[in-house]
């Protein structure tokens, strides 16, 4: 288990180049007035130290994936348990988790096929402000040797 980062709050792992991930982050930023969430770029090391502490060694930038102490959760299922946990009435997605997890998975891989084309794309992951900064999950440099 990496030391490095405390998984005390939910994490949202995300495609850090993608403008329509970038958006979806900004959003749950705006609407997660708790700071129930912490985020980090699929692109960072933190990232890929979490998905291998996890047991997530074949994902893609195609998901963003949200970890939750020792799980992780991909696609729609992801993205609904985030929804369910924002401030009102956004809350109210978190109920779509009824439709059946192949049929949210395919309007989300759609959806995901067509992102750079249709929001485009950044040359690098964004910078967040320093007040969202501290949402930003980091590797310790001493935990990475």
Known sequence: ???AI???KPILLFDGVCNLCNGSIQFVIDHDPE?????????SEAAEALLSDVGF???DF???VLVEGDDYYTKSEAALRVASRLEFPWSLAGALRVVPGPLRDAAY???ASHRY???????QCMIPSPEIRKRFVEMD???AE
């Open 62 to 64: 195609g998901t963003f």
């Open 109 to 111: 891989d759609a959806v």
């Open 6 to 8: 405390p998984r005390d």
């Open 57 to 59: 060694d074949d994902y």
């Open 117 to 123: 084309a249709v929001f485009g794309k950044k040359a």
């Open 141 to 143: 440099p001493m935990d």
């Open 1 to 3: 288990m990496t030391t």
């Open 35 to 43: 700071g129930v969430f912490r985020f980090a770029p699929l692109q």
